[in-house]
Structures are given as structure tokens and as C-alpha cells.
DNA sequence: CCCGTGGGTGATTGCCGTTTAGTGTCCGCG
DNA sequence: CGCGGACACTAAACGGCAATCACCCACGGG
């Protein structure tokens, strides 16, 4: 009963000022259809029509197609960014904090396929440099979370290997290759992801890191 | 040489049996163009006018656009499987060994940019599942080879887990996480690429296997 | 009352992969 | 020699895509 009346029926058309609304009702859209079929599914006309306006109405409200599924992206690396941020603040232990954001680095990929792969696994080209910058700077904002904690680690001495980066670029490529392959290569014979993800971390801080 | 005259001036049209021929062409433009300009750049019509006849012509040899650019991929995981061969046979530790044929997967990615890209990072259902399978298949194989040397190491009890599978998938997705990003996302600040390579194995190795 | 403007549309452009119907040339066979 | 058929190939078209264009029209301020 709440639902769709949002002024009363002075008019067939809705008022001016919809604007705003019909961006929101897009992204809701854009997300159902790219969650539910992937990025090649989202066409600009499914989305159109999941709505109820002409494709054409979608470039009232963004520039293009990769402007839709990039604002989604957004909202779900600003959610690891979140992540991230919490269990940075966390008084526990450096290294300990690092295994909690590679883990939850590995259950977000997990969680949001179509948003992860769109960001991190970019068939170099599939959308345009340019346009991904506010979504990479995200990303880059979460690394640098991460690289902080992994900083600490170094500052202690704690570190096999003396190069803070490298360390953190190994360990952050390494999970990603686990998840990517997880996620790409889905009929594979893997061992329980539960499995996968501990002796990644096992290994990699065993490795790593000195007590 | 080879002129590329379209029409050469002794016989109007070329002698009969020209189809296999044409295949080989076909397959080299389209590699050139695929490793030049990537998996968007490589359209049908493009490498059809690169040889030099229409682009119906090239579904003379190919069912479709995928089997071109999987029949590229194929020739350059055959390479991949035959250095995995190779560096098996070779009579030397089995730690060794698996050291040397990641370290030659991540140069091999890092070589073939492209075709690693389409094989091992295809954005699950850029090519359909079913006509990747030569291809995986020959992926398969090379795991095969490599997951035999690591069944060495476990078999001598050297395996600070004592799954081989998980050993196995974790230094395996380990090293295309790291060559992964290397490749779609050339802009970041990365450490120098053989440093990367060398933490990574190292780490890993020491992470997962006793002396 | 009228007119500017914001929100929206149908037609169109220019790619893409793929299909269909057809064309010219060569070969083997009568 | 002639002719049917196979072969290598093509032009044109189809349907789908993202993106653009020229419009349209109800509303609200003057």
C-alpha cells in the first residue's frame, strides 16, 4: 500500500523533479541483471526494459554503459573498504590482522563475482582506462589499508624478506590468483574452498613472516 | 617475397587445394592482430581483411571467431606443456623442479599476455564452456605434469601439509594471481617483476615445504 | 496564456558475429 | 569435347549491440 504513490494523481506523467529517483531505480536494476547474468548480460536495452524506459532514457542519467556497472562496483569495493578500514582499527596483533583482511579480501571476491572480476580481473581493455579511475582509486585506497598493516609487520622486524612491497604485493596477488581461478575456472577440481584459503594463508605467512 | 598483391598476375585465382593453406594465413594475421591489439581488436572483419578476402571466408576453416583465437591459445599452451615436460623430466629435486616450472609459467604468462589472458582469465563465458575444452584440456595437462612433481615432494613426506591437492592449487593460483595483475593492471606500482617472482616462490616454497 | 525546459522517445548509425544465397573456376568423367 | 559437381569464395543481409540524433510533450513560472 505504501508503494507506488509517490504525489498523488494530479498527473499521467510524473512530476519534474524524477530525476534523482530514476537514477536510483537504474542501479537497482543494472545490479539485479549484472548479479543474476554477468556483465554480458547487462545490456543497456535489459536494464532499459527492467525499468520501464527506452535505453535511450539510461544516458539521461550516465554517460555510458560502463558508468552503470561501475558506480555498482563502487558500492561493493567501498564495502571491502570497509572491511578493510574495521579490521585495520583492530587491537590485535599486526600479522593477525593481515590474515583477517586477506580472508575477508577472499570472502568479498567470493561474495561479489561479477563486481570483483569487473575490477580485478579487466580483461585489460574491457572498459577504458580512464573511466575506471574512481573505482581504482577505491581500490587503491583498500590496498593502502592493507600495505599499512603490512608496514607494521616490516617496522618489527618480523619480515623474511626486507621489502615491505613486495611482500604485501606478493601476498595480495597470491590470494587474488586463488579467488580469480575460483571464480573463473568453476568446474575445476578444486579442494574445499575453506581448504584453499588456509594453506594460502598458512603457507604464505609461514613464509613470510618470522614469529 | 610475399607480395601483397591481392590478385597474383600469373593465374587469376589460386590452385585448388589452397584451403589448408588459407588456415595457416588466417591463423598467423589473426595472432598478429591478436597480440597487437587483443582480444577486442581481433574481429573477424579485421583479420579477414588482413589476409586479404572477405570475412565470410574465414568460416570456410573456422566454425567461429572462438576457434580461431582458441587455436592461437592451444599452439601457445602446447608450448607451455612441453617446457612442463621438459623441466618434469629433468633428474633433479623434486623442489627444484616445481620452483623452475612456476617460475616458467609466470615467464610463459608474461610472454603470451594475450593468450594467457584469454585462457586463464576469461571472464567466465567470454568463450563458451564447451569450446574451450581442447584447450582446457591441454591446461589440464600441464597441471597434470606439475602436480606430479608435487605428488614427489609429498610422497617424501616434505609437505608441511599433508594434502597434495591443496599444495598444489595454492602454489598454482599463487603464481597467476601474481602474473594476473602484472597483466591487467600495467599502471600500478609494482616492485620489480623478478623480485616479485623470487618472493613469491620463496615464500611459498618455504610456507609449504620442509627441508 | 504561452513558452522554456526537463524527461523521455523512435529512428538511425555504425560496429559486431554469423548466415544465406549465389558466383566463378577447376576437375574428373562420359 | 562438354558438362556436372565440388570447391573457394563473395555480397548482402540479419539480428544484436552501444551510442546518437532529432524530435515530442506535459508541466510550471512569467
Not at 494530479?10 to 541483471?33: V, Y
Not at 544516458?59 to 561493493?76: N, P, Q, S, T, V
Not at 586477506?102 to 581493455?125: E, I, R, T
Amino acid at each position: 500500500m505504501t508503494t507506488t504513490l509517490k504525489k498523488p494523481q494530479r498527473s499521467a506523467r510524473k512530476p519534474k523533479g524524477d530525476g534523482h529517483l530514476r537514477r536510483g531505480e537504474i542501479l537497482q536494476a543494472a545490479e539485479r541483471i549484472f548479479i543474476a547474468e554477468g556483465y554480458q548480460g547487462a545490456t543497456i536495452r535489459r536494464i532499459a526494459d527492467e525499468v520501464g524506459v527506452s535505453s535511450t532514457a539510461l544516458y539521461m542519467h550516465f554517460r555510458d554503459k560502463d558508468e552503470i556497472l561501475l558506480e555498482i562496483c563502487d558500492g561493493a569495493i567501498e564495502e571491502l573498504l570497509r572491511i578493510n578500514t574495521e579490521i585495520s582499527d583492530q587491537p590485535i596483533d599486526a600479522v593477525a590482522r593481515v590474515r583477517l583482511m586477506l580472508d575477508a579480501y577472499m570472502d568479498f571476491a567470493l561474495a561479489s563475482p561479477n563486481a570483483y572480476q569487473l575490477v580485478f580481473c579487466g580483461p585489460s581493455g574491457l572498459l577504458s582506462e580512464d573511466k575506471q579511475q574512481m573505482t581504482r582509486d577505491l581500490a587503491d585506497r583498500c590496498y593502502d589499508k592493507f600495505i599499512g598493516v603490512v608496514r607494521e609487520i616490516g617496522a618489527s622486524g618480523r619480515l623474511r624478506t626486507g621489502n615491505v612491497d613486495s611482500a604485501a604485493q606478493t601476498l595480495w596477488t597470491a590470494c587474488h590468483g586463488l579467488v580469480a581461478l575460483l571464480l573463473t575456472r568453476p568446474t575445476f577440481n578444486w579442494e574445499p574452498t575453506g581448504d584453499l584459503k588456509a594453506v594460502m594463508l598458512d603457507g604464505l605467512l609461514y613464509g613470510l613472516v618470522t614469529d
